[in-house]
């Protein structure tokens, strides 16, 4: 449980976070993506691939959202950020179905079935506890980032008239939210310092992107990602090393993960890891 | 120190930081064919410097994508060393 003194601390941060959302971060998927464009255009099917790959990724949002309003239900600066998260984050999802179907890449009834098939699973949150929650999202949200930047400029590359303002949009988000939690991390670091560096050492080594096995065709999928450029050590450069850097922390900082406290997660590879929180 | 003897360090290194015996390797192969986490990757590094008494800056790991990587930018600050 957290003290008062962080909650207000959180409430204060979470303020800050909303009044920029509200004045500056606002898009609508329906008049801030040039759908018009769209017209005659033959989209790329490595791109639709991806784009419904991370689509369906978003779409764990009623368990995203019910693992974090569980945890933070007592605390009404991190409970409001995770509803106003959860609007930002219901776009998502919403802008590359859109896509797909605008598109014609996706039929009204592909895209039926596929929503069916990813909200048939149900996703778990990794960790039980709010401090590793918080690490956990600032890790996950970069690592959206990233992917979305990469995605942007391969869309651009390809040519591809819409792709690469909807991953603009939907990147700058997750970066907004990224900052979020590290202002969270930094909170707890001021107030426990040797924990929190524990449970950022325990979280770093059994990172993984959220539903990357539930989803589908998962195999074929992580292929045109890593094609993409997302692996291990873009993970390492773009994501854990800047997120140590703006803590103002060095790998120096963190300590030994006890190995009896991480397991082998069985099944294909993640994006990133093997391993996992042993549960 | 040779490059044989760095890559024998950093084989005592993986064991020591997977809990495993580690697997053959040479200056080609991959960090990521290796099954390193991202943290047991700094964690080896770390490992290293402390054995070899140096220090690798953050900023250079984040081009280390294979074991030649990693033993180029440690003997790069071995006292006396060719680059
Ligand atoms: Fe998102
Ligand atoms: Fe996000």
């Given at each position: 449980m957290t003290s008062r003194a962080l909650r207000e601390a959180f409430h204060r941060e979470y303020l800050t976070f909303f009044e920029r959302a509200e004045r500056t971060r606002r898009w609508n998927v329906f008049t801030d993506v040039d759908w018009?464009?769209?017209a005659g255009h033959?989209?790329?099917?490595?791109?639709?691939?991806?784009?419904e790959t991370f689509c369906g990724v978003e779409m764990y949002l009623p368990d995203y959202l019910r693992a974090h309003l569980e945890l933070m239900r007592g605390d009404y600066g991190r409970a409001w950020f995770a509803a106003n998260w959860g609007y930002e984050e219901a776009k998502h999802s919403l802008v590359l179905r859109e896509y797909l179907r605008r598109s014609?890449?996706?039929g009204d009834d592909e895209l039926h079935d596929y929503t069916e098939a990813v909200l048939a699973r149900t996703w778990q949150a990794p960790y039980d506890d709010g401090r590793r929650m918080t690490i956990y999202g600032a890790l996950q949200e970069m690592t959206t980032f990233v992917i979305y930047r990469k995605q942007r400029g391969w869309a651009g590359q390809l040519g591809d008239p819409v792709l690469p303002e909807i991953y603009r949009l939907i990147g700058r988000?997750?970066?907004?939210?990224?900052?979020?939690?590290?202002?969270?991390?930094?909170?707890h670091l001021a107030e426990d310092r040797d924990g929190t560096l524990a449970d950022l050492a325990f979280v770093l080594r059994t990172f993984r992107m959220p539903a990357e096995d539930l989803l589908p065709d998962y195999d074929s999928r992580i292929e045109v990602m890593r094609a993409a450029g997302v692996d291990r050590g873009v993970f390492l450069a773009e994501v854990v090393l800047p997120l140590l850097k703006e803590l103002g922390l060095t790998r120096h900082d963190l300590p030994r993960v006890p190995a009896e406290a991480v397991t082998e997660i069985p099944g294909p590879p993640g994006l990133l890891t093997q391993a996992g929180a042993k549960r | 120190m040779s490059t044989e003897e760095?890559?024998?360090?950093?084989r005592t290194g993986i064991a020591d930081v997977t809990g495993r015996p580690a697997p053959a390797l040479d200056i080609d192969t991959g960090i990521e064919a290796l099954g390193l986490d991202s943290l047991q990757t700094l964690e080896l590094v770390s490992w290293a410097e402390e054995r070899l008494a140096?220090?690798?800056?953050?900023?250079?790991?984040a081009t280390v994508r294979s074991i030649g990587d990693l033993t180029?930018?440690?003997?790069?600050?071995?006292?006396?060393e060719p680059r």
């Open positions: 018009d464009q769209l033959q989209p790329d099917p490595r791109l639709t691939l991806c784009a014609g890449a996706r988000d997750e970066m907004a939210h990224s900052r979020f939690y590290l202002k969270m991390i930094e909170l | 760095l890559l024998a360090l950093i140096i220090r690798v800056p953050d900023e250079e790991l180029g930018a440690l003997s790069a600050r071995l006292p006396g």
